[in-house]
Every structure is written in C-alpha cells, then in structure tokens.
C-alpha cells in the first residue's frame, strides 16, 4: 500500500489528458499529410487529364464568376418546329470540270 499512497492521482490525469490532446494534434497532422501525400501521387502518377502541373510563367485571370440564373420553367417554353418547303436542288452528275 506504500506505492499507492505515492502516487498522486491529479498529475498523472493531467498527464494522461496532456498525452491524449498530443495523440490526437498528431493524428490530425498524419491526416493533413497523407491527404497531401495523395495529390502530389496524383500529380505525378495520375491520368494526363487528371494531372496539374502549375505553370509559374502563366498568369492568372482575376475574373469574379457571375451568380448563374434561375432555372428555366420548361413548361412556358415555346416549341419551335421547322417545316422544309423546297426540294433539294438535283445536281447533275458527270457535267463538270473533272469528269
């Protein structure tokens, strides 16, 4: 009973909360990396479609996107329909500069 009565309890909860808060800091840490790990992979490794290799000589446009419009209602929407009134023209074959 004389190492329980040395122990103070207080100091190694603290201890013990100190090394949890550490724990997970790291875990957060060993995630943000792993997701950057996974791009650089896909940079290099990736489709050529799916690669991306900033160009530092390239300038960028500082353009501000337009909010899109509303949805068109389909039902208001007119049909529009064509109607061809003239025959094609008849081409004669064999009467010209090459035949």
């Given at each position: 009973?004389?190492?329980?009565?040395?122990?103070?309890?207080?100091?190694?909860?603290?201890?013990?909360?100190?090394e949890?808060?550490?724990?997970?800091?790291?875990?957060?840490?060993?995630?943000?990396?792993?997701?950057?790990l996974?791009?650089?992979?896909?940079?290099?490794?990736?489709?050529?479609?799916?690669?991306?290799?900033?160009?530092?000589a390239?300038?960028?446009?500082?353009?501000?996107?337009?909010?899109?419009?509303a949805?068109?209602?389909?039902?208001?929407a007119?049909?529009?329909e064509?109607?061809?009134?003239e025959?094609?023209k008849?081409?004669?074959?064999?009467?010209?500069?090459?035949?």
């Open positions: 009973m004389e190492l329980a009565s040395t122990i103070d309890f207080r100091s190694l909860h603290s201890l013990y909360e100190k949890k808060s550490e724990k997970e800091e790291l875990k957060a840490e060993v995630l943000k990396l792993q997701g950057h996974q791009k650089l992979l896909q940079a290099v490794y990736g489709g050529k479609s799916e690669r991306f290799v900033p160009n530092p390239q300038l960028s446009l500082d353009m501000v996107t337009e909010t899109p419009f949805a068109t209602d389909l039902s208001k007119k049909k529009i064509y109607v061809k009134t025959q094609p008849k081409r004669n074959k064999g009467t010209g500069a090459y035949s």
